[in-house]
């Protein structure tokens, strides 16, 4: 959004503000045609994911797993495997449990080292998608507080890479963008 903004010269600050459905986003445009965007503070308290259980903690037993949950605006789950398979089956058992009552997005990360995971997430209502910001922030955020993942993390999605950094407070996410496509819509004969 911010480089599409920036290509049609729309503004022509490299700080742009922007107002979303999950709150205010700052995305900060960077020398090499990066975007970083400032994601927030997460939530980690189990009625605002929502999530059905009473106390917070670091991890929570879904379906005989152990999954991490937080909210970056909107509700993930975050299982580790040492190999990622099988993850339609296990994300359908997670997302169709009482314990998240609207629902899940599901992340499957495997961890290369502190630096570095791999993640396919399993968006809820959507499937498996090729990229998800907020899956990789909520996947890092747990890995740091976990103890196995450094602030700063290199997350490979099955669409590309993303940079994760979580200060413990907030966590900011930096990719590329990529024009696809571009097209019109003509409103008055609803044609596309």
């Known amino acids: 959004f911010a480089l599409y903004i920036q290509k049609k010269n729309l503004s022509y600050k490299n700080t742009l503000t922007v107002e979303t459905n999950a709150g205010v986003l700052i995305l900060n445009i960077n020398d090499n045609d990066s975007v970083t965007v400032d994601m927030g503070v997460p939530n980690f308290e189990p009625s605002k994911i929502p999530l059905n259980f009473e106390n917070e903690s670091s991890e929570y037993l879904v379906e005989e797993l152990k999954v991490g949950s937080l909210s970056i605006g909107n509700p993930h789950a975050v299982v580790i495997q040492d190999e990622i398979k099988d993850i339609e089956q296990i994300a359908s058992k997670i997302q169709s449990s009482d314990v998240f009552p609207e629902g899940v997005n599901v992340g499957f990360m495997k961890v290369i080292n502190r630096k570095e995971v791999k993640l396919r997430v399993i968006e809820r ?68």
């Open 125 to 192: 209502g959507v499937g498996e998608t090729l990229a998800c910001g907020s899956g990789a922030c909520a996947a890092v955020i747990y890995g740091v507080k976990s103890g196995i993942l450094d602030s700063r993390v290199n997350v490979h999605l099955n669409g590309g890479d993303a940079l994760v950094e979580f200060d413990g407070d907030k966590v900011f996410l930096s990719g590329p963008g990529e024009f696809v496509y571009e097209g019109s819509l003509n409103l008055r004969s609803g044609s596309i």
